[in-house]
């Protein structure tokens, strides 16, 4: 195993295309693998190498959690709808943006399993969700999706060889 034991994932943007599934409506449907829409037709698509790389890193044993600024209840059915909500050891949803907060929430979870801050590692799209994160707790390590991790490949790469 590589150096770290827990991956936790932003949402919108990140593992899916879409910016707000808060915005979005239930119920949804699954249309194929990657493809959800909601009850007015608009379509959730998962980023490519999602489900591989969740697979993967569970097979080696590394933890995954989810860290997102959305309404619980509709991000948990988005997930859900992929097939994807099981994958997760952790699911931390709450509708604020204080992920430091939440990284707070999820260090406790992390202690129980014997999980160190320096184990952990943090993909966002968004920079301003990065940098309050590394500030709260700079033992974490973390990268923006879009610029210093493009694809689920280099997040893979990033966990398993940092
Ligand atoms: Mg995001």
New binding site residues.
């Given amino acids: 195993m590589g150096r770290y034991r827990l991956l936790a994932l932003?949402?919108?943007?990140?593992i899916w295309d879409h910016e707000d599934v808060s915005s979005t409506e239930p119920p949804y449907t699954r249309l194929n693998r990657d493809t959800v829409s909601d009850s007015r037709g608009c379509l959730i698509r998962l980023r490519a190498g999602v489900r591989e790389v969740l697979e993967t890193l569970r097979g080696r044993g590394v933890a995954l959690a989810v860290v997102s600024w959305n309404l619980y209840s509709k991000a948990a059915a988005v997930l859900e709808a992929f097939d994807l909500l099981n994958f997760f050891d952790v699911v931390i949803v709450e509708p604020h943006p204080y992920k430091d907060l939440m990284f707070g929430k999820l260090l406790e979870w992390c202690v129980s399993r014997g999980i160190k801050p320096g184990e952990v590692v943090f993909v966002?799209?968004?920079p301003e969700m990065v940098g309050r994160v590394k500030r709260a707790w700079p033992q974490i390590a973390a990268a923006v999706f879009g610029a210093e991790v493009k694809s689920f490949e280099e997040v893979l790469a990033l966990v398993l060889d940092p």
């Fill in positions: 932003d949402l919108d943007r990140t966002d799209d968004r």
